[in-house]
């Protein structure tokens, strides 16, 4: 288990990170969720003992990360832009992870350049940005850590790669319980594999949930109703977003889908129905409620 105990981080006078609180339970998929500069980075790198925090403590199965290499060699941290030496190949950077994790699995690491059709002797600067997240990846698998640390993992990769790298990140936590936590921008690329979602906003935790329990909590519901009725389904239910287009109602409401339908009925609708939410509709409901204006973007 990862414990973030009221972390802080400053860069000058920008506070990347604010009095930040998170648990993060083994063997689930953890995906951070972020508006810009909400601090994931920051976070990831902190997390992996690469940054200190001016204030609070992260740990790692009990023990504080900072400064304590027994603790950093149960994670491994894939960035954004992932750093590799100008000539390395990836049958250079074997020796490398082994100075690091004595777990690293060197047979299954040149098996799986194999099956990735990665060539081990190339050197890594002449290979795509998607060849280089693979291989980032690949180190992270076969360094047998119980815990991934990836910013933007899916970034680069085309979309048989995205599953075939989801395929082996569900065959290790099957197996080993491996535990990633991934930072992203792309919300679609987080809905089929995330059990548990982060919202960060503004250097702090906006909500830390199971996905099925938000989605159970969140509904996208749809009717016909005229405009009268607009101010009394506002002091009904909880409405997190409402849009009208003529008599055709859309709003995003909290609370279970049963209580939240009788209270629709009630108004003796034309029509309605609750839809599916998506992850990127759940993340903009949920950041408009603290004051992220969408509209305010939208020229």
Known sequence: MIRIKNISKSFGTIKAVNQMDLTIQNGLVFGMLGTNGAGKSTLLRMMAGILK??????????????????????C????????????????DLISFYKNYYPTFDETRFREMLNHFDLDDTRKINTFSKGMKKQVSILLGICA???????????????PVMRQAIKSLFEKEIGERELTP???????????????????????GVLLSK???????????????LPPETDEQLKQSLDILKIQRRGKLLTMIVR?????????????????????????????????EVAGYDMQSLIF
Request: charged residues 25%.
């Open 181 to 203: 936590i991934i930072a992203s921008h792309n919300l679609r690329e987080l809905e089929d594999i995330c059990d548990h979602i982060g919202i960060l906003h503004k250097g």
């Open 255 to 287: 609370g279970q889908e049963e209580a939240v339908m009788n209270v629709i009925r009630s108004f003796e609708p034309i029509y309605y129905e609750s839809l599916p939410l998506t992850l990127e509709e759940i993340f903009i409901s949920e950041t």
């Open 144 to 158: 047998n850590v119980p815990y991934l640390l990836c910013d933007e993992t899916f970034d680069g990769l085309d």
């Open 76 to 91: 491994f941290y894939i960035s954004d832009d992932q750093f590799y030496y100008p000539n390395a190949t990836p049958s």
């Open 53 to 74: 925090p001016d204030s609070g403590q992260i740990y790692i199965d009990g023990e504080p990360v900072w400064d304590n290499p027994k603790a950093k060699s149960k």
């Open 210 to 224: 199971d996905l099925e329990d938000l989605r159970c909590n969140l509904l996208k519901v749809q009717c016909v």
